[in-house]
């Protein structure tokens, strides 16, 4: 095509590519197709565009949340990134509704013919995890090998390489621990909200030594359940004990920067925090949606070759499942909710804050 011919539809969307990328297994040797290949093929290759996307936003959230400052024009620009990837999530979900019309029978036409080729080789969704921060450590392994074993030199070594680049999480977490408002003059937000937990606390524990309505029994059990609670409030206190748990990968974020998201969820109304609760947000609704993808082709999984073992050596159906539980990303963020405290328990932010906090306009009158 030269410079001066007009743009042409079927080119530009390079379509003898697309469309001429499903060859089915099936048929090769001049034998009849397996009718539900084209299927299993096409949405295989939907899901990897959507991949592709979400990297392509991913990346650009990743480049700018990494600098240093921030710039603050660009934070829109952020959110606005990971929504479209939340926005895309529902799609995939979808899709996998589609393929279930593809019943067990109509799978074992070609199913055997696969081996060992497997959506365990998905390079994209393996670069997804890792630009998310599923730290290498935390993945399932299979029968002691990594999970990049099974793939091709060339796809093992990208992936060995993505594992040392910038993070979604990691960047999250430098920008967090950034966050001015933590300590504002006199102002120390960790001083008062430790103050009104250990109020809070105290004022449940009274309520349980006093409560008429229950026996001795019933008490110790209540006050037991509040040891429990109480503990849990512990790390968020102590520096080393919060580092403890990050070394065992039960935290992921700095206490410094968990502090700071909890600061963000717990005023998101005062107008500087807006922006950064919808990015908070926007993480909670795409880790949710990781998962609800794994869930669904989990199930899928289930209903289409029940309890046999994959294509590509796991244990099928309980290792997607093990999976979705497990890598999991975010979950600080999720846990933030542990330490919210009712609005009207909430310290006061002192005026000074509010007034930086807010988007106040010169009187130009
Ligand atoms: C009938 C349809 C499908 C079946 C029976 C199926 C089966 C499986 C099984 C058994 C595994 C575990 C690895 C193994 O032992 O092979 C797996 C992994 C995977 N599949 Fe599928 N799959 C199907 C459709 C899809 C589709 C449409 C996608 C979209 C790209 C997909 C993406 C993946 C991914 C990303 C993994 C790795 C998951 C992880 O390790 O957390 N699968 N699949």
């Given at each position: 095509?030269?410079?001066?011919?007009?743009?042409?539809?079927?080119?530009?969307?390079?379509?003898?590519?697309?469309?001429?990328?499903?060859?089915?297994?099936?048929?090769?040797?001049?034998?009849?197709?397996?009718?539900?290949?084209?299927?299993?093929?096409?949405?295989?290759?939907?899901?990897?565009?959507?991949?592709?996307?979400?990297?392509?936003?991913?990346?650009?959230a990743?480049?700018?949340l990494?600098?240093?400052?921030v710039?603050e024009?660009a934070m829109g620009q952020v959110v606005r990134n990971l929504e479209?990837?939340v926005?895309?999530?529902?799609?995939?979900?979808?899709?996998?509704?589609?393929?279930?019309?593809?019943?067990?029978?109509?799978?074992?036409?070609?199913?055997?013919?696969?081996?060992?080729?497997?959506?365990?080789?998905?390079?994209?969704?393996?670069?997804?995890?890792?630009?998310?921060?599923?730290?290498?450590?935390?993945?399932?392994?299979?029968?002691?090998?990594?999970?990049?074993?099974?793939?091709?030199?060339?796809?093992?070594?990208?992936?060995?390489?993505?594992?040392?680049?910038?993070?979604?999480?990691?960047?999250l977490d430098?920008w967090l621990a950034r966050t001015p408002f933590l300590r504002f003059?006199?102002f120390d937000f960790w001083?008062v909200y430790r103050?009104a937990v250990?109020?809070m606390?105290?004022?449940?524990?009274?309520?349980?030594?006093?409560?008429?309505?229950?026996?001795?029994?019933?008490?110790?059990?209540?006050?037991?359940?509040?040891?429990?609670?109480?503990?849990?409030?512990?790390?968020l206190?102590?520096?080393?004990?919060?580092?403890?748990?990050?070394?065992?990968?039960?935290?992921?974020l700095?206490?410094e920067s968990f502090l700071a998201a909890l600061l963000i969820s717990l005023y998101r109304d005062e107008p500087a925090l807006h922006l950064p609760f919808r990015l908070l947000t926007a993480l909670i609704d795409l880790d949710e949606?990781?998962?609800?993808?794994?869930?669904?082709?989990?199930?899928?999984?289930?209903?289409?070759?029940?309890?046999?073992?994959?294509?590509?050596?796991?244990?099928?159906?309980?290792?997607?499942?093990?999976?979705?539980?497990?890598?999991?990303?975010f979950t600080d963020l999720f846990d933030l909710a542990t330490y919210h405290l009712p609005r009207k328990e909430l310290p006061h932010l002192p005026e000074q804050v509010r007034e930086q906090m807010s988007f106040r306009?010169?009187?130009?009158?």
């Open positions: 095509m030269s410079a001066q011919d007009p743009l042409y539809y079927w080119s530009y969307l390079g379509l003898d590519e697309l469309l001429g990328a499903q060859r089915l297994v099936s048929a090769s040797d001049g034998r009849e197709p397996a009718h539900d290949e084209l299927l299993f093929i096409v949405t295989h290759q939907a899901f990897e565009l959507w991949f592709k996307q979400i990297l392509w936003e991913l990346d650009a990743i480049e700018t990494g600098q240093e400052p710039p024009a479209r990837i926005a895309i999530q529902p799609l995939l979900v979808q899709q996998f509704q589609v393929l279930a019309t593809m019943t067990p029978l109509d799978f074992l036409d070609f199913r055997d013919e696969l081996i060992p080729a497997s959506g365990f080789q998905s390079v994209q969704f393996r670069l997804i995890e890792n630009r998310l921060g599923l730290p290498p450590r935390t993945r399932l392994k299979i029968k002691g090998a990594r999970y990049t074993s099974r793939l091709s030199e060339e796809h093992a070594q990208r992936l060995d390489a993505s594992e040392s680049e910038p993070t979604l999480l990691g960047v430098r003059g006199e001083a103050e250990e109020t606390l105290e004022r449940d524990r009274r309520l349980i030594e006093h409560n008429p309505s229950v026996d001795e029994v019933v008490r110790q059990q209540q006050l037991d359940a509040f040891e429990v609670t109480r503990d849990t409030f512990g790390p206190f102590d520096h080393d004990a919060w580092e403890a748990l990050r070394a065992e990968g039960k935290r992921q700095s206490q949606g990781f998962t609800a993808f794994r869930n669904a082709h989990a199930q899928l999984v289930h209903r289409t070759i029940g309890g046999r073992i994959g294509t590509g050596g796991t244990s099928g159906h309980g290792y997607l499942q093990a999976a979705a539980r497990r890598h999991q990303v306009y010169a009187d130009r009158g």
